[in-house]
């Protein structure tokens, strides 16, 4: 290294190796701060029929939010999935705010179920799509 006076300075690489190293860490935590948030819940594997459902839907209405935030959902729409009343009472519960205590589902879950219930009552099971708009199936 040149100082202001053209001389050089020696640098110890081993103490230039240590300043890089401890740049790389992260910073210690002040007394004052909070405590860390908990770790994250692991994520539930979903069963073999609920997987198959996602799977063989198309790209667009793959449930990717919903699977891993909530799998518990994309179990009840599989348990529900050949039956079409089922599947409409099923897919409005979840969708439906019919509850004061109820938090609802982030947006992107939203749209994914409203989307997938319009994808299947338009390509899955489209003879109750007339049914569905006079009331309840």
């Not at 210690?28 to 996602?54: D, G």
């Not at 919903?66 to 009343?85: F, I, K, S």
Request: glycine share 2%.
């Amino acid at each position: 290294m040149r100082t202001n006076d053209d001389t050089l300075e020696w640098v110890d690489m081993g103490v230039m190796v240590e300043m890089l190293r401890a740049s790389t860490l992260p910073p210690e935590a002040s007394p004052n701060a909070a405590p860390p948030a908990p770790a994250p819940e692991p994520a539930r594997a979903i069963s073999p029929r609920a997987l198959r459902l996602v799977e063989m839907l198309p790209r667009g209405f793959r449930l990717y939010e919903t699977r891993l935030n909530y799998p518990h959902v994309v179990e009840q729409l599989a348990a529900a999935w050949h039956d079409p009343r089922r599947f409409a009472a099923v897919i409005d519960e979840l969708t439906l705010a019919d509850r004061p205590n109820r938090a609802g589902f982030p947006f992107p879950v939203l749209n994914e179920l409203t989307n997938l219930r319009d994808h299947y009552f338009a390509e899955i099971h489209p003879e109750y799509r007339d049914r569905l708009r006079r009331g309840p199936v």
